[in-house]
């Protein structure tokens, strides 16, 4: 299997341009994450699916952050209007049905996106 | 509170060298500990998973250990490599929760020649 697949890798944006992040989950796996890291605070959850349904969101830092997952091998993030402070490397991970959560989280490579 | 909290926050050390790193947590109930590690520029990637009857396992050249009672384990790296340079994160799972998973900082090990 491929992997997690992300897209893109690197994204630099000026402040108030939409920034759409993309994700493709491994075949199979029921469990899709979205997490932002920086230096400061590591890793952070921002929202999960489950079967393609939102679970939790509550990690989402605001209105501007909107997660969709249409069908189970995709995946988006958009930040509409981006702003500097949402300079991070977002990463997508997904993991396999049936462990509830002892499962491992497979990650994708991770965007690195910086907001001039 | 629900917390995972590692030490150091960084290292640097010779190759060849050991080192041990730290994790202590508070999430209760448990049910597993991973490391994961994450080198520079890519997603992180599991290492091993210590449940709650588990003390010891081994990867290799890395051993993580438990201690359930203290709420403790560590990640010894043995004959450091340069290839070990990276960081290292404890993920700890708990049994209850929507959201489970609770996430440490990190170590960020260095090794150099």
């Known amino acids: 299997d491929a992997g997690v697949i992300q897209s893109p890798r690197h994204e630099v944006t000026e402040m108030g341009q939409e920034v759409t992040l993309r994700c493709k989950p491994i075949s199979g796996h029921d469990y899709l994450f979205w997490y932002r890291q920086t230096m400061m605070r590591g890793l952070e959850l921002l929202i999960y699916f489950n079967n393609n349904v939102p679970i939790d969101d509550s990690g989402m830092p605001e209105d501007r952050f909107s997660a969709k997952m249409p069908n189970a091998s995709f995946s988006t993030l958009k930040i509409q209007p981006s702003e500097p402070r949402d300079s991070a490397v977002y990463f997508c991970?997904?993991?396999?049905?049936?462990?509830?959560?002892?499962?491992?989280?497979?990650f994708g490579e991770g965007s690195r996106l910086t907001v001039l | 509170k629900n917390q995972v909290e590692q030490s150091p926050q960084s290292l640097i050390i010779l190759e060849g060298k050991n080192c041990t790193l730290q994790c202590n947590y508070t999430v209760s109930p448990f049910s597993n500990l991973r490391w994961y590690k994450q080198d520079t520029g890519r997603g992180p990637v599991s290492l091993t998973i210590m449940t709650f009857s588990e003390n010891t396992k081994s990867n290799g050249r890395y051993t993580a250990t438990l201690d359930a009672d203290t709420k403790q384990s560590s990640l010894h790296i043995t004959a450091s490599q340069l290839s070990d340079s990276a960081s290292y994160i404890c993920v700890v799972t708990s049994q209850t929760g929507a959201n489970n998973l609770f996430f440490g900082t990190g170590t960020r090990l260095t090794v150099i020649p």
């Open positions: 991970a997904s993991r396999r049905p049936g462990l509830g959560g002892t499962g491992e989280l497979f």
